[in-house]
Nanobody, 115 residues
Framework: VQLVESGGDLVQPGGSLRLSCAASGFPFSSYGMSWYRQAPGKERELVAGISSDGGSPYYADSAKGRFTISRDNAKNTVSLQMNSLKPEDTAVYYC?????????WGQGTQVTVSS
């Protein structure tokens, strides 16, 4: 299993970013995918999740109304569109899949929201 995140950047408050995760090494279309984030000094937290067929998205309260998770099973990618970004969204964002009792992570992509 390999997960490679991209799209992180420095953005001003109120701005937008789109994160992408390229997945390989497993039957992508058969698994739900998630985005987590970890801010300095804090525990890693679930931000959003999406089922294998793209339905039933889940959002943490902090993400509702601002973030949208989506996936492209033809391209083996899952994305996170983030709008109206706030300084408290600053974190390393990770793509995640759970398969056969194991949890797999990418290397993460840094999102910094600051003026």
């Amino acid at each position: 299993v390999q997960l490679v995140e991209s799209g992180g950047d420095l953005v001003q408050p109120g701005g937008s970013l789109r994160l992408s995760c390229a997945a390989s090494g497993f039957p992508f279309s058969s698994y739900g995918m998630s985005w987590y984030r970890q801010a300095p000094g804090k525990e890693r937290e679930l931000v959003a999740g999406i089922s294998s067929d793209g339905g039933s998205p889940y959002y943490a309260d902090s993400a509702k109304g601002r973030f949208t998770i989506s996936r492209d099973n033809a391209k083996n990618t899952v994305s996170l569109q983030m709008n109206s970004l706030k300084p408290e969204d600053t974190a390393v964002y990770y793509c995640n899949v759970r398969r056969r009792g194991l949890s797999y992570w990418g290397q993460g992509t840094q999102v910094t929201v600051s003026s």
